[in-house]
């Protein structure tokens, strides 16, 4: 099964600031990789697909970027209501999904 | 509009059965594959499985193989999950996400996502 590796686990930033967060995959994924983001007690919304398509509706502060093994996301200019935790996920060619342990990001 | 309306809470005691239903409407039901997620406890998110509403084929993950069935029926638009031997660490807030099929495959990322259903095991 591949692995999925998300660094920080958490970050506290500024409102303003620039947020990345990574994601490795244990094998090439090509870019079948998606990121979401999670509230507390809601469901989670798709934010990036395909590492680097953003969904329709999601603000353009949102991106994501990589291939392969190693992913990206950004927040551009982190929000109030940015607060959330984010995931990636992957997806092979045998129908076999996996998502990344998340990551907690918090305002400093 | 589109949306996926999830069965309500369960209790379960150890060893029993479950079954959450999750009815989709306001799409072409057989266009997109549906996944189940499950999320314990203040931890994070784990993908169970994914079934093909059009012909029903389904592909889970190794941890669930055995105890999982996922099924679907057409006439209503509605995908089950059925998790047996069920043991305290199934409980959780399990739900369904849709994903586009792209010629046949999935694609595009869980798009649409139901309510969830809290499920409960204790004795």
């Known amino acids: 099964d591949i692995q999925m590796t998300q660094s920080p686990s958490s970050l506290s930033a500024s409102v303003g600031d620039r947020v990345t967060i990574t994601c490795q995959a244990s094998?090439?994924?090509?870019?079948?990789l998606n990121w979401y983001q999670q509230k507390p007690g809601k469901a989670p919304k798709l934010l990036i697909y395909?590492?680097?398509n953003l969904e329709t509706g999601v603000p353009s502060r949102f991106s994501g970027s990589g291939s392969g093994t190693d992913f990206t996301f950004t927040i551009s200019s982190l929000q109030p209501e940015d607060i959330a935790t984010y995931y990636c996920?992957?997806?092979?060619?045998?129908?076999?999904?996996?998502f990344g342990p998340g990551t907690k990001v918090d305002i400093k | 509009q589109v949306q996926l309306v999830q069965s309500g809470a369960e209790v379960k005691k150890p060893g029993a059965s479950v079954k959450v239903s999750c009815k989709a409407s306001?799409?072409?039901?057989?266009?997109?594959?549906m996944h189940w997620v499950r999320q314990a406890p203040g931890q994070g998110l784990e993908w169970m499985g994914i079934i093909n509403p059009s012909g029903g084929s389904t592909s889970y993950a190794q941890k669930f193989q055995g105890r999982v069935t996922m099924t679907r029926d057409t006439s209503t638009s509605t995908v089950y999950m059925e998790l047996s031997s069920l043991r305290s660490e199934d409980t959780a807030v399990y739900y369904c996400a849709r994903e586009p099929s792209g010629g046949g495959v999935p694609g595009g990322g869980m798009d649409v996502w139901g309510q969830g259903t809290t499920v409960t095991v204790s004795s």
């Open positions: 395909d590492a680097s």
């Open positions: 306001g799409y072409t039901f057989t266009s997109y594959y």
């Open positions: 094998q090439d994924i090509s870019n079948y």
């Open positions: 996920q992957q997806y092979d060619n045998l129908l076999l999904f996996t």
